[in-house]
């Protein structure tokens, strides 16, 4: 079975999520491209793992590019859809980035998770400094590792593979 792990990614904190969620697949035996959305195809997978991190709010431009342009494609195969962005203890934002509901309605994916994300201050520009700092975003990598590995198994689960190699 091939399996799409696409993503987009600002900083690499969703680059190195969809990577785990890959090679959690392709441990259990799944055929599993990972790849940047901006280079990817829908034509040729039997199943799709989608991932964006979200920024102001809502997923990137590239992201929502992809499942509109893949749509049909998309709705024809079983599709997992995760964000990454929430920082903080607790995480915040709450909630849904804006816009996945319409994106969701396209393509009936099997689930849609938010995992929490990176932020390093450092590597912003002067634009994503204020906003982080008017609402109070604490640097840190908030990453829960063993959520994304039981997510990535519960889709090896719902694909019908056997989880013994983990």
């Known amino acids: ?9 600002k900083y690499g904190a969703t680059d190195e999520i969809a990577h785990e969620i890959g090679r959690v697949l392709g441990e259990l035996g799944l055929e599993v491209t990972v790849s940047q959305l901006q280079d990817a195809t ?3 997978y039997d199943a799709f793992v989608i991932g964006s991190a979200i ?3 809502q997923w990137l431009k590239t992201a929502r590019r992809f499942i509109q342009q893949h749509h049909e494609e998309l709705a024809k195969h079983r599709v997992w859809l995760f964000s990454s962005g929430p920082v903080g ?3 915040k934002p709450e909630g849904d980035p804006e816009g996945i509901a319409t994106l969701i309605e396209s393509i009936s994916p099997e689930e849609h998770v938010v995992f929490a994300g990176k932020l390093q201050k450092a590597q912003l520009n002067l634009v994503e400094k204020a906003v982080v700092s008017v609402f109070g975003a604490p640097d840190g990598d908030f990453r829960d590792w063993e959520a994304v590995r039981r997510w990535a198994l519960e889709i090896g689960d719902a694909l019908n593979v056997r989880a013994g190699a983990l």
């Open 1 to 9: 079975m091939k399996i799409l792990v696409g993503y987009a990614s």
């Open 55 to 57: 920024y102001a709010g």
């Open 89 to 91: 203890r607790p995480l």
């Open 42 to 44: 829908a034509g040729g």
